[in-house]
């Protein structure tokens, strides 16, 4: 989100969403659901990669990242297609095979218990997440319900990266992330606001101007605390970018971080409140 006040605007941050945004309205607003499936489900094996990269030093360890991956595949099917295989058995069998692969891995056994708490911790951290887009795009009006998630949060973002930039002073978590301010989250929220009222009047008049504000401050406090979040992973594991697949952006955890908590939390506002 935002950067430190020293530093230039970095213009390249705005080519990959010049790239990405075109590609991603035709893929979501006309392709089948197969492919917003295939596109979240390769999105979240490249960041549970990444997330893996930040514990998994050691070079004997495919095998755990392997089967980290493999297990989130099997927990976003389960969302994908629930009457395939249900969310709890998909769970119940990550647990299940998380705890007797430390009978064959090659890593030392004094290694079991942390290596076990971060091979399914990434698996639900990253997939339980995001796996709320499949059933967020699978609801009525899904591909709309995925783009006011999609703008609004981006808009958060870049508000609270632009604003920290020309006029953050306040720090706002100094101790996790010394660079985020009070003024870039009020500069988010902004942006936020203003995107969400140009979505209801694009394409998704069924908000109501209460939804746009609900849901402005909900996706923008949740993207900070998802943010966040990752801030503390990272900084645990001596690292300032989870990869560098985005130029100016870092690795895919970084770039959804945001979302990891903002979606979970969108599709709960509109099941449970707009029923």
Same mark, same amino acid.
């Given at each position: 989100?935002?950067?430190?006040?020293?530093?230039?605007?970095?213009?390249?941050?705005?080519?990959?969403?010049?790239?990405?945004?075109?590609?991603?309205?035709?893929?979501?607003?006309?392709?089948?659901?197969?492919?917003?499936?295939?596109?979240?489900?390769?999105?979240?094996? +490249?960041?549970?990669?990444?997330?893996?990269? #930040?514990?998994?030093? @050691?070079?004997? =360890?495919?095998? @755990?990242?392997?089967?980290?991956?493999?297990?989130?595949?099997?927990?976003?099917?389960?969302?994908?297609?629930?009457?395939?295989?249900?969310?709890?058995?998909? +769970?119940?069998?990550?647990?299940?095979?998380?705890?007797?692969?430390?009978?064959?891995?090659?890593?030392?056994?004094?290694?079991? !218990?942390? @290596?076990?708490?971060?091979?399914?911790?990434?698996?639900?951290?990253?997939?339980?997440?995001?796996?709320?887009?499949?059933?967020?795009?699978?609801?009525?009006?899904?591909?709309?319900?995925?783009?006011?998630?999609?703008?609004? =949060?981006?808009?958060?973002?870049?508000?609270?990266?632009?604003?920290?930039? =020309?006029?953050?002073?306040? &720090?706002?978590?100094?101790?996790?992330?010394?660079? &985020?301010?009070?003024?870039?989250?009020?500069?988010?929220?902004? !942006? *936020?606001?203003?995107?969400?009222?140009? *979505?209801?009047?694009?394409? #998704?008049?069924?908000?109501?101007?209460? @939804?746009?504000?609900?849901?402005?401050? !909900?996706?923008?406090?949740?993207?900070?605390?998802?943010?966040?979040?990752?801030?503390?992973?990272?900084?645990?594991?001596?690292?300032?970018?989870?990869?560098?697949?985005?130029? *100016?952006?870092?690795?895919? !955890?970084?770039?959804?971080?945001?979302?990891?908590?903002?979606?979970?939390?969108?599709?709960?506002?509109?099941?449970?409140? &707009?029923?």
């Amino acid at each position: 989100m935002d950067r430190p006040k020293s530093r230039r605007l970095d213009s390249r941050r705005i080519y990959p969403a010049l790239v990405f945004i075109p590609l991603f309205y035709a893929l979501v607003r006309y392709g089948p659901p197969i492919l917003f499936f295939a596109l979240v489900t390769g999105a979240s094996l +490249c960041a549970l990669a990444e997330f893996y990269k #930040l514990y998994y030093r @050691d070079a004997r =360890t495919p095998v @755990d990242v392997g089967l980290g991956l493999g297990l989130l595949a099997v927990l976003l099917t389960s969302l994908q297609w629930p009457g395939l295989v249900s969310v709890r058995t998909a +769970c119940l069998a990550a647990l299940v095979t998380v705890l007797t692969a430390r009978l064959v891995t090659p890593r030392e056994r004094t290694h079991g !218990l942390v @290596d076990s708490a971060v091979l399914l911790f990434g698996v639900l951290y990253v997939g339980l997440t995001l796996g709320t887009l499949l059933s967020t795009r699978s609801l009525p009006e899904g591909e709309w319900l995925i783009f006011f998630l999609f703008l609004v =949060t981006w808009a958060g973002d870049a508000g609270a990266y632009y604003a920290g930039m =020309t006029l953050g002073r306040h &720090k706002l978590a100094p101790v996790v992330s010394p660079n &985020k301010t009070i003024e870039g989250l009020i500069g988010g929220l902004l !942006l *936020a606001l203003v995107v969400a009222f140009l *979505a209801r009047a694009w394409f #998704l008049p069924s908000f109501s101007p209460i @939804d746009c504000l609900a849901t402005s401050v !909900l996706l923008t406090g949740a993207g900070v605390v998802g943010d966040l979040t990752e801030s503390v992973l990272k900084r645990s594991a001596g690292v300032k970018d989870s990869g560098g697949i985005i130029p *100016a952006h870092g690795g895919m !955890l970084d770039r959804l971080d945001s979302l990891l908590f903002a979606a979970p939390m969108f599709y709960y506002y509109v099941i449970l409140v &707009k029923g």
